[in-house]
C-alpha cells in the first residue's frame, strides 16, 4: 500500500483524526498541543492521532495529500478540516463544535 492509500485508509476509518507531531499525551510542538486541546474543549477525549515523526513518509504525505503545507492537519468523518490556526477560530466562532455535534 503505497503512502497515500495508507493516509486515505486511516482518515476515513476513524472519526476523528490528528496528524500532528508527538501524541496526545505527549505533543511534540505547540501547535499539535493546541491542536489536542481545542479538541479536549470540544468533547473530544480520545482522537485517532498519527505521529508524523514517527514516520518520513506520512510526515511528508500528509501534506500532499490535503495540499496542505502544515502540521497539524484535522479530518473530521473523512474530511479535511485544517490546521490549529483554522481550528482555533472555528472553535472561537463555535463552528467547530457544531462539526462534532453533526
Known sequence: M???ER???????NSVVLFMKGNAQFPQCGFSGRAIQIL???????????????????RQ??????????????????????GSDIMMEM?????????FKA
Not at 61 to 74: E, M, R, S, V, Y
Open 40 to 58: 479536549n474543549a470540544c468533547g473530544v477525549k480520545e482522537p485517532h492521532t498519527v505521529d508524523v515523526l514517527a514516520d518520513n513518509e506520512i
Open 2 to 4: 503505497d503512502t497515500q
Open 7 to 13: 493516509i486515505k485508509e486511516i482518515v476515513t476509518s
Open 61 to 82: 504525505g500528509i501534506k500532499d495529500f490535503a495540499n496542505w503545507p502544515t502540521i497539524p492537519q484535522l479530518y473530521v468523518n473523512g474530511e479535511f478540516i485544517g
Open 91 to 99: 472553535y472561537e466562532s463555535g463552528e467547530l463544535q457544531n462539526v
